[in-house]
């Protein structure tokens, strides 16, 4: 079992920034490719970017290409998504999410965080 935490959210205004935490423990988060979904109120849940297990593969969804970036430090068993340029259609429940195949479908995700709320203010 793998206990995922996310930190970092919170309320920014429209073109500020925000650095997403998601703390791993029981595992090594190295054992597992990790990934950002997010979720708005009213919509489905929906990929962000995901990070293969060494860090050397990455994956962004279009509209968060140039803004975000995910990256990881398996030493301390995190992983991040620095957010820039934010706008309101950002504002989301986000969640980290570990699993053993670098893709983009929630339902192949092995474990799933509690999500941080991001709220983006125009």
């Known amino acids: 079992q793998v206990q995922l935490v996310e930190s970092g959210g919170g309320l920014v205004q429209a073109g500020g920034s925000l650095r997403l935490s998601c703390a791993a423990s029981?595992?090594?988060?190295?054992?597992?490719?990790m990934a950002w979904f997010r979720q708005a109120p009213g919509k489905e849940r929906e990929f962000v970017a995901g990070i293969s297990r060494g860090g050397s593969t990455t994956d962004y969804v279009d509209f968060v290409e140039g803004r975000f970036t995910i990256s990881r430090d398996n030493a301390k068993n995190t992983v991040y998504l620095q957010m820039n340029r934010l706008s309101p259609e950002d504002t989301a429940d986000y969640y980290c999410a570990a699993n053993s195949v670098l893709v983009r479908a929630a339902q192949r995700m092995d474990y799933w965080g509690k999500g941080t709320l991001v709220t983006v203010s125009s």
């Open positions: 029981g595992r090594p988060l190295s054992n597992y490719n």
